[in-house]
T-cell receptor
Framework: AQSVTQLGSHVSVSEGALVLLRCNYS??????LFWYVQYPNQGLQLLLK??????LVKGINGFEAEFKKSETSFHLTKPSAHMSDAAEYFC??????????????FGSGTQLTVLP | GAVVSQHPSWVICKSGTSVKIECRSL??????MFWYRQFPKQSLMLMAT?????????EQGVEKDKFLINHASLTLSTLTVTSAHPEDSSFYIC?????????FGPGTRLLVL
């Protein structure tokens, strides 16, 4: 079984400040981990993914995440927030051997607000 | 990057009618597509896994006769909401798997009156 916990349903930061969105996972086998962003009334856009290669993963729009097995965490960070970063962010975990369906289990989401 | 489209982007229908939503992978072939449902301010709920050339696999609690899924080609999956009722109103999102990553469509907002 797999699960994802996103701590903090709402996070507010000032423009230019550090963004930190927390994600912890539970998995019985090595997971694949993803961060997606969703803007209002739109689908999900892939920010970055961890697939058992480098533990520090860089994504689009200046975001990055670090896989920490000992802490079962995959927190999303960005050094300096922009107004355009305001959106809903979802952490997701996938299991399964190569070629399997790789179903995603999503966290509950974190709404990021960027204050001017 | 991989692009997934959905059509229509929004639809309003009367109770009792059926609605078909299309999901297409535009620049890659997808043997597996997924259908999700999202309620306001909530996360995505997986409804079913659509496999090209075979029957879809439905999650527990999802009525397969209510939500008909057809994956007739490597780039197209359709979700038909049959005899829609107001409680079926929701945001429906599809995704297509390319390798180990799912790429999502823009979603379809369904409102049943």
């Amino acid at each position: 079984a797999q699960s994802v916990t996103q701590l903090g349903s709402h996070v507010s930061v000032s423009e230019g400040a550090l963004v930190l969105l927390r994600c912890n996972y539970s998995s019985s086998v090595p997971p694949y981990l993803f961060w997606y962003v969703q803007y209002p009334n739109q689908g999900l856009q892939l920010l970055l993914k961890y697939t058992s290669a480098a533990t520090l993963v860089k994504g689009i729009n200046g975001f990055e995440a670090e896989f920490k097995k000992s802490e079962t965490s995959f927190h999303l960070t960005k050094p300096s927030a922009h107004m355009s970063d305001a959106a809903e962010y979802f952490c997701a975990v996938a299991l399964g051997a190569s070629g399997s369906a790789r179903q995603l289990t999503f966290g509950s989401g974190t709404q990021l607000t960027v204050l001017p | 990057g991989a692009v997934v489209s959905q059509h229509p982007s929004w639809v309003i229908c009367k109770s009792g009618t059926s609605v078909k939503i299309e999901c297409r992978s535009l620049d890659f072939q997808a043997t597996t597509m997924f259908w999700y449902r999202q309620f306001p301010k909530q996360s995505l709920m997986l409804m079913a896994t659509s496999n090209e050339g075979s029957k879809a696999t439905y999650e527990q609690g999802v009525e397969k006769d209510k939500f008909l899924i057809n994956h007739a080609s490597l780039t197209l999956s359709t979700l038909t909401v049959t005899s829609a009722h107001p409680e079926d109103s929701s945001f429906y999102i599809c995704s297509a798997r390319d390798g180990g990553t799912q790429y999502f469509g823009p979603g379809t907002r369904l409102l049943v009156l």
